[in-house]
């Protein structure tokens, strides 16, 4: 039967990419599991406030991002989920310096205060 034998399980642009990241799913499952265990914040998209202040602009965002989900599902959606599973951790590297400067705020308020009091 001709092209039978070309039958492929994901688009031809994508395979060789996706088939590389085949080869790091152990230690990808790792460092999911790791992150599921974390204290890394993530947003959790539950503010209506949100929606509430910029009803228009969230609704042409939301298309938008629809539309380029639906152009290249395969790599979008991997692309979706990629930015958020490492959105935790780059919050975390970008609220340092402030947490850093908080924690000293209050050793030295805890430290000027006495031991005792």
């Given at each position: 039967v001709p092209g039978s034998s070309s039958v492929?399980?994901?688009h031809p642009a994508v395979e060789s990419w996706v088939c590389s990241w085949v080869?790091?799913?152990p230690s990808g499952s790792c460092i999911v599991a790791f992150l599921m265990v974390s204290n890394f914040r993530y947003?959790?998209?539950k503010d209506p406030e949100l929606i509430k202040r910029q009803p228009f602009v969230f609704l042409v965002l939301a298309v938008l991002l629809l539309t380029i989900i639906a152009a290249q599902p395969v790599i979008m959606l991997f692309v979706v989920f990629l930015s958020y599973v490492l959105s935790g951790p780059v919050a975390y590297v970008m609220t340092w310096p402030r947490?850093?400067?908080l924690e000293k705020a209050v050793h030295k308020r805890h430290e000027a205060s006495g031991p005792g009091e």
């Open positions: 492929r399980p994901c080869a790091l799913q947003y959790s998209f947490r850093r400067r």
